[in-house]
C-alpha cells in the first residue's frame, strides 16, 4: 500500500498501526504525534488503528526544551 | 468629520492637520500619533482617524496611561485584543517571554500557568529578574506583568497540568498556548487541548536549544486547529543548552500567531 508519510510517498508491505509506524522511525512513541488526513485521533487509539491505502500521515516529533 | 482625540469623539473640518489638533487639544504636545504611527505637525486628518497627543515626561492619571499605552498598535488591534482570552502553559523560556508580549499587547484576560519556582538558571532566558529568584514563577510573572500593562485580568493558576486536569481548565479561551519544557508533556498536552477545545487555537513549540539560526525554523499547522513552531530537531540535551536569543524568537512567533488568529478578519499585512 501507498502512504502519504510527511510529504513524501512511501510504499508499505503491510498496513502497520500508529504505533509500529513510529517504531519503525525509530521516534519515542511518547513524544510523536499523529496526524491522520487532518485530524488528531487519541493516543490511545494508536495501538490499534492501521494505515490504509493512500493515507496522508505526519509523524510530529516534539523535542524537549523550552 | 469624525475622528478621535485622545479617545474623544470629536468633530472637524475637512483641512484639519494634525498640528491643528494639537494646537486645539494640547498645544504643550510634543509627539503626535496618528493611526499608530509618529507623524509630523503638518500630517493631513482624515475621517476616522485616531490621533493620541503626547507630553514627554508628563504624568499621567489611570484612565490616560489605559489608552496611551496602546496608542502605536495598528487601529482596531487594541479593541479587538482587549476582548479576547488566552491561556499560555508553562512560564519558562518560551513562556514567561510569551505572556510579557500578550500583556504588552493588551490582551484583556489572560490565563497564565506554572508550579515552580525561579532558579539562578533560569534567568539566561526567562522573563525574570535576580531578585526574584526563589519566588512562584506565576507570582514573580503577575509581578511583572501588573508593571506593563494592570489593565489585564490575570488568572494566575500555580498547578502542575496532566492529562487529566485540561479539560474545563480553558473555557472560553480563544487561544491556549503550549510552552512547555519536556517532550512528553508537549505532545499529550498538544493532543488533549486540540480535542477538548475544537473552538480554540491551540499553539506549541518543538525544537529551541542551541543556537541554531533563526531561518531553521518553520511554522506548521496541525490537525484543524493547531500550529506548531521550531525546527523540530534541536532537543535540549548535554552539550546543547536553552539560550535567550533563540528561545525568545520562538516565543515571539507562539506570541505573533496568538494574536494574528484573533485579528485575522481586521488584519492588512
Given at each position: 500500500m501507498k502512504i502519504m508519510l510527511n510529504g513524501e510517498t512511501v510504499e508499505l508491505e503491510a498496513p502497520l498501526?500508529?504505533?509500529?509506524?513510529?517504531?519503525?522511525?525509530?521516534?519515542?512513541?511518547?513524544?510523536?504525534?499523529?496526524?491522520?488526513?487532518?485530524?488528531?485521533?487519541?493516543?490511545?487509539?494508536?495501538?490499534?488503528?492501521?494505515?490504509?491505502?493512500?493515507?496522508?500521515?505526519?509523524?510530529?516529533?516534539?523535542?524537549?526544551?523550552? | 468629520m469624525q475622528i478621535r482625540v485622545n479617545e474623544t469623539e470629536i468633530?472637524?473640518?475637512?483641512?484639519?492637520?494634525?498640528?491643528?489638533?494639537?494646537?486645539?487639544?494640547?498645544?504643550?504636545?510634543?509627539?503626535?500619533?496618528?493611526?499608530?504611527?509618529?507623524?509630523?505637525?503638518?500630517?493631513?486628518?482624515?475621517?476616522?482617524?485616531?490621533?493620541?497627543?503626547?507630553?514627554?515626561?508628563?504624568?499621567?492619571?489611570?484612565?490616560?496611561?489605559?489608552?496611551?499605552?496602546?496608542?502605536?498598535?495598528?487601529?482596531?488591534?487594541?479593541?479587538?485584543?482587549?476582548?479576547?482570552?488566552?491561556?499560555?502553559?508553562?512560564?519558562?523560556?518560551?513562556?514567561?517571554?510569551?505572556?510579557?508580549?500578550?500583556?504588552?499587547?493588551?490582551?484583556?484576560?489572560?490565563?497564565?500557568?506554572?508550579?515552580?519556582?525561579?532558579i539562578p538558571s533560569n534567568i539566561n532566558r526567562q522573563q525574570y529578574y535576580i531578585d526574584q529568584i526563589g519566588m512562584k514563577k506565576t507570582d514573580a510573572t503577575h509581578e511583572n506583568l501588573k508593571r506593563v500593562n494592570?489593565?489585564?485580568?490575570?488568572?494566575?493558576?500555580?498547578?502542575?497540568?496532566?492529562?487529566?486536569?485540561?479539560?474545563?481548565?480553558?473555557?472560553?479561551?480563544d487561544v491556549i498556548i503550549e510552552a512547555f519544557d519536556g517532550a512528553e508533556t508537549k505532545a499529550m498536552f498538544i493532543m488533549e487541548a486540540a480535542r477538548a477545545y475544537p473552538d480554540a487555537h491551540i499553539v506549541g513549540a518543538s525544537g529551541v536549544a542551541g543556537l541554531g539560526s533563526h531561518e531553521s525554523f518553520k511554522v506548521v499547522s496541525v490537525g484543524r486547529n493547531v500550529s506548531l513552531v521550531g525546527d523540530f530537531e534541536a532537543e535540549a540535551k548535554i552539550g546543547r543548552g536553552l539560550m535567550s536569543t533563540r528561545v525568545t524568537i520562538a516565543a515571539g512567533i507562539q506570541a505573533n500567531i496568538a494574536v494574528r488568529h484573533v485579528l485575522a478578519d481586521i488584519l492588512e499585512d
Amino acid at each position: 500500500m501507498k502512504i502519504m508519510l510527511n510529504g513524501e510517498t512511501v510504499e508499505l508491505e503491510a498496513p502497520l498501526t500508529f504505533n509500529e509506524l513510529i517504531d519503525k522511525y525509530d521516534m519515542k512513541r511518547e513524544t510523536v504525534v499523529v496526524e491522520i488526513n487532518g485530524d488528531l485521533p487519541d493516543k490511545s487509539t494508536y495501538g490499534a488503528t492501521q494505515t490504509k491505502d493512500g493515507d496522508v500521515i505526519e509523524l510530529i516529533r516534539f523535542v524537549g526544551g523550552g | 468629520m469624525q475622528i478621535r482625540v485622545n479617545e474623544t469623539e470629536i468633530n472637524i473640518d475637512d483641512k484639519t492637520t494634525a498640528g491643528d489638533l494639537c494646537a486645539k487639544y494640547k498645544s504643550d504636545a510634543d509627539i503626535i500619533i496618528q493611526n499608530g504611527h509618529i507623524v509630523k505637525s503638518d500630517s493631513k486628518i482624515t475621517a476616522g482617524d485616531s490621533v493620541y497627543l503626547i507630553k514627554r515626561g508628563e504624568k499621567l492619571g489611570e484612565g490616560e496611561i489605559k489608552y496611551l499605552l496602546t496608542a502605536r498598535h495598528t487601529p482596531k488591534v487594541a479593541k479587538r485584543l482587549a476582548e479576547c482570552k488566552m491561556a499560555v502553559c508553562g512560564l519558562g523560556g518560551l513562556g514567561s517571554n510569551i505572556a510579557l508580549a500578550l500583556a504588552r499587547m493588551g490582551v484583556g484576560e489572560l490565563i497564565l500557568i506554572d508550579y515552580d519556582v525561579i532558579i539562578p538558571s533560569n534567568i539566561n532566558r526567562q522573563q525574570y529578574y535576580i531578585d526574584q529568584i526563589g519566588m512562584k514563577k506565576t507570582d514573580a510573572t503577575h509581578e511583572n506583568l501588573k508593571r506593563v500593562n494592570p489593565f489585564i485580568k490575570y488568572d494566575m493558576r500555580d498547578i502542575f497540568i496532566e492529562k487529566s486536569n485540561i479539560t474545563g481548565l480553558f473555557d472560553g479561551c480563544d487561544v491556549i498556548i503550549e510552552a512547555f519544557d519536556g517532550a512528553e508533556t508537549k505532545a499529550m498536552f498538544i493532543m488533549e487541548a486540540a480535542r477538548a477545545y475544537p473552538d480554540a487555537h491551540i499553539v506549541g513549540a518543538s525544537g529551541v536549544a542551541g543556537l541554531g539560526s533563526h531561518e531553521s525554523f518553520k511554522v506548521v499547522s496541525v490537525g484543524r486547529n493547531v500550529s506548531l513552531v521550531g525546527d523540530f530537531e534541536a532537543e535540549a540535551k548535554i552539550g546543547r543548552g536553552l539560550m535567550s536569543t533563540r528561545v525568545t524568537i520562538a516565543a515571539g512567533i507562539q506570541a505573533n500567531i496568538a494574536v494574528r488568529h484573533v485579528l485575522a478578519d481586521i488584519l492588512e499585512d
